[in-house]
Structure formats: C-alpha cells, structure tokens
C-alpha cells in the first residue's frame, strides 16, 4: 500500500464499512442485507476496474467494465469509497484480490473493516461457472494478509463465517454489528427478489442465485459432489481458511451456543511446537493423520519422559522400552536411537523447555494406504512435549480406590510392551473418578494387586518394601529405579504377589511413574494407610529420588 497520513474518521463523510470476502461466499447477499438499513448505501466492488487495468486479467465483461467504472484505484478510494454521501454509514462490498499493492494505505486505514470467510469445499463446486478456479481467483491467502495487516495497524477485524451466516443468519447479524459499533437492523434479514440498481454489470454471469431470494436461506443438507478436478487447490486453501476459522466468534446464536475453549492447565502450553512426522509445527497444526495406524486401531507405542534442570531422564531407558515394544509389534523402518534424540533434541530447544517438562513420545505403525487392520504400511512419528509438572500431590498423598476393571494378562495383551491400547486402563481411571480418587488399583486375573490404572505400586511393612510382579503389569523404568534406590538405601526388598488386603493393612504405600515420580498413598479404599501421613521410607526414597534425577540425564544441547 502507498503512504499516507489519514487516519479513520477524517473528513465529514460516512463511515465506511469494509466488507473482505473471497468470491462465492455469500458476499452479495450479505451486501444485500445491509442494503436494507435505512442509514446505510452500498458499494458492489468499487475496485473491480482497477484490478481488471492491473492484472490484466480476462473477463466477459472486461471492456464494458473499464468503459464504465473508473479504473484509477486510488482516485477511486478518494473519491468513491471516501467521497461524500447522504447516509451515515458506506457499505463496500470488497473481493479480497482486488486488494492491490498500488492502492493507498487509506483504505486500510479508514473506516471499519470484517471479513466473510467460507469453506473451500463449500466454494469449489460451483466456482468455474465463469472463471476457472485457482489459488489467486479464490482470494483466500489474500484474506489472511488482509487479517494481518489490520491487525498490524492496531485494528483486528471481526471474521464471520458464511456456513454460520446461513445457519443463524439473526445471531451472526447482531455479532456483527456489535463489533462494528453500529446498531442491528431487522429489517437486515429480509430483502426483495431481483436485481438491485447498485449491482456491479458482472451480475448476470454470478447473482443469478441471489436474484431469486428473499433472506439467507439454509445451507443444503448434503454437499454438492466435490470436483475432484480441485482437489490440489482445495489443499493449498483450507489453511488458510483454517487460520481465519480459529478468529470467528465463539458463540452463535442462542440455540446452539458454541464451547469456549477450555482453560489449559498450564497455560504457557497454548503456544507450542510438536514434532510430527519428520517437521515442527504449531499446536493446531500438529495432527495425524484418519489412516494413520493409531487412529485406526491404537496401534501405537509410547513412551513418557521427564526433563530436570536442561537434561532428560533416563532417555536411553525409555528407548530401550520403545523399541523393544515395537520389536514386539512387528514394526518395520522404525527410525534410529540418534535420529530420535535428534527429534527430541529440537523439539526441547525449539519450545525453550529445558525444566520441568514432560516428553510424550509415539511411534505408530504407519498411515495406512486403506482402513483395515494389516500392518504392512507405512510408518510415522509424532513427540508431543510440553510443560508438565508432576501430576500428582506428593507432600501430602493421594487417595486410591480398587477398580472391577481387571489388568490384562499376558494371554491377551502383553503389559511389557508400552502400547497406545489403553481402554481397560481408561475404564478404570473413570472408576476412580466417580469414587473422587487420584487413580485406582488394577487387579490381575486372580485378583492380586498388579498396579493402579497409570503407576505401579509399592508397600511397606514393618520395614520391608514389596512391590508385584511385572506380570500383569507394565515394567516401568520409574519403578526399576526405585528398586534399586530401596536397596540402595538398605532397606529389604520383596518382589511378589501381594493381596489387597495386604496393602490395605500396609504401614506405607507410594506409586511410581515417569509424570508422578513417587507418590505417597495415604488411603485406600476408605482405609487409612499408616497414619495417613507420609511415611519415613516414603520420605527417604523421595529423598534419594530427587537426588538422583539432579545428578543423571542425557544433557539437551544448547545452541552455541
């Protein structure tokens, strides 16, 4: 845009109100709408000559336009858009192209601006009945960097979405005259059939459809068959749409109000970057694939890490576990012990999470070429890390209840590999839930405690610590560790099957896990563990705990 030193509200005409849009997105019925305010005139694409002069693209109607219309752009913005007029407000209808670098920053600068965004696969069917689509006809990028330069300016606009527009075309209406600062209108959501006498010469080649109606009408149940010839271009678009999507307001109408978005529990993780793939990308950008084996079938392996002060903790333990749990599953082309690290590695440095942080790491089968459950496709990755303190509390304890849920056992799904298979486990944690417990203990088939829903598990009694077999339950590196702490530290350490009742009557109880680290249990099942207080062995393993995780860890590189 050239310079200039306007600024909005200068001058004694009306108050311009800009409306950005893509073709095909319901731009000329929304003009039509404000057409009916008795304090508004409308402009249909004032600019539309000058982009025809600049681009010098072709037309039908390209020489009865320039003919007609003035093609001189900034002339136009002076004395059209920012002329003088009788009414109080100057609707423009605006097709995000014709947004031209040869136009003065006046027409940013001044008057209120929107944008009107529509769904690509909504847009493509019906778009060639004049000018063949492509990425520049549609406008949509150009949308985006007018969203942006708005808000550079210190002005973001309101975005509303056409498909909401349609659905309840009142509520979207009110929203957006309430950010627009100007009174609603009802007589906005009504307007004759026919062409109108401020329609641009190219109407009969695109209003044909908005002649015969009377309002908005409802979108159609069932989408039009998509071309398929368009496919490309409807990739290169959503996007960009996408990024405008996530800017609409939040809620709609009074029947189907939409959910704010939930608060995070740490807020700073609205803002990160996850590896997936072979690529860092955003946090709403950061998906999987519907043919991608975990989504499919779970069929996926994972491991959890901890990051203390700038190192990651037992990292070659964790991989360890996770390849020989995709050695398990039959994994093929699973990627090396360095080239991971190397993922890890930049995802850490990238977020600047050099503490307190907690690693995610899935390595699924594969996108698959078709559903089904056959294993001999492709492979992918995906690390999700992000900041995660501990999630338990472990100054004061928690409180477990026994679930009905049973552990798996090796005869269906082995526990020694680290899968995304998880439904018993989910069921559950729901069984702690709804008794208000932190978890819930998981029996094995004859009903011997084998671990809780997400941790294994330990007791103390009369001195001597005891934990189950790995039978039934996950091998957990956190609970190797603590093995070797507890004799470490002297004390007499049984490895067995234990009974509830036993740790029911136990003198102390903790879990173990990569997210919780030790936590103390100080009630079971509405039984007191101990005293109901942390005790010593408890304390004194924590203790050699933290110890440990400050002194071991790979070193995450720093930049030089």
Not at 357 to 366: M, Q
Not at 472 to 494: Q, S, W
Not at 512 to 522: D, F, K, L, R, Y
């Given at each position: ?17 800009h409306a950005w849009s ?395 590999i680290h899968h995304n ?106 039984r007191q563990i101990g ?30």
């Amino acid at each position: 845009m050239g310079s200039s030193s306007a600024a909005e509200g200068e001058g004694q005409g009306p108050v311009v109100i800009h409306a950005w849009s893509a073709p095909r997105s319901l731009s000329t019925s929304l003009m039509y709408s404000f057409a009916q305010r008795d304090d508004m005139e409308v402009l249909d694409e004032p600019l539309y000559a000058n982009f025809l002069r600049v681009t010098g693209v072709d037309r039908p109607y390209r020489e009865e336009l320039l003919s007609k219309m003035d093609p001189d752009g900034n002339k136009v913005v002076k004395e059209v858009i920012f002329g003088p007029g009788e009414k109080t407000y100057r609707y423009c209808k605006h097709i995000s192209k014709q947004c031209l670098p040869n136009l003065s920053s006046d027409l940013m600068k001044k008057g209120k601006h929107f944008i009107l965004i529509r769904n690509p696969l909504n847009i493509l069917p019906s778009f060639d009945k004049v000018v063949p689509p492509s990425f520049m006809e549609l406008g949509v990028g150009e949308l985006v960097s007018i969203y942006s330069e708005l808000c550079g300016l210190g002005k973001p606009p309101p975005v509303i979405d056409a498909d909401d527009l349609q659905s309840e075309p009142e509520a979207v209406l009110r929203g957006l005259c309430e950010d627009l600062g100007i009174p609603f209108q009802p007589q906005m959501l009504i307007w004759e059939a026919g062409p109108k006498e401020f329609d641009g010469i190219w109407a009969p080649w695109w209003y044909g459809s908005v002649h015969k109606s009377i309002g908005f009408s409802k979108s159609r149940q069932y989408p039009l068959t998509f071309p398929f010839a368009f496919y490309d271009l409807l990739e290169q678009s959503l996007p960009f749409y996408n990024m405008l999507k996530r800017q609409v307001r939040k809620t709609i109408g009074s029947q189907q109000p939409a959910l704010p978005d939930p608060p995070l529990p740490v807020p700073s993780n609205k803002k990160i970057l996850v590896w997936v793939g072979d690529e860092l990308l955003p946090r709403d950008s950061a998906k999987v694939s519907v043919f991608d084996s975990v989504v499919q079938g779970g069929d996926a392996v994972w491991e959890g890490l901890r990051i203390y002060d700038g190192k990651v903790f037992k990292l070659d333990e964790h991989l360890d576990r996770l390849f020989d749990s995709a050695k398990a599953m039959a994994f093929t082309n699973v990627p090396t012990r360095d080239w991971i690290k190397d993922a890890i590695f930049k995802t850490l440095i990238a977020n600047g999470m050099f503490d307190n942080a907690h690693i995610r790491l899935t390595l699924t089968r594969g996108k698959k070429v078709t559903s089904g459950m056959s294993p001999a496709f492709n492979l992918y990755g995906c690390a999700l890390i992000e900041w995660k303190p501990p999630v338990y509390d472990n100054s004061h304890g928690i409180k477990l209840v026994t679930a009905t849920t049973r552990r798996n056992s090796p005869n269906s799904i082995d526990s020694k590999i680290h899968h995304n298979n998880l439904i018993n486990n989910i069921l559950a944690k729901i069984e702690g839930n709804l008794s208000q417990a932190e978890d819930a203990i998981m029996l094995d088939k004859d009903g011997f405690v084998s671990e809780t829903n997400a941790t294994n598990i330990f007791m103390v009694k009369k001195g001597t610590v005891l934990t189950p077999h790995a039978d039934y339950c996950l091998p957990g590196i956190t609970r190797a560790t603590v093995m070797d702490l507890v004799v470490k530290e002297n004390f007499v350490l049984h490895e067995r099957r234990i009974s509830l009742s036993e740790f029911h009557a136990a003198d102390e109880v903790w879990t173990t896990g990569t997210m919780g680290e030790i936590t103390p249990v100080v009630m079971i099942d509405g039984r007191q563990i101990g005293d109901g207080k942390i005790g010593p062995v408890t304390r004194q393993i924590q203790n050699a705990y933290k110890v440990l995780t400050a002194e071991q860890g790979v070193p995450i590189p720093r930049n030089a």
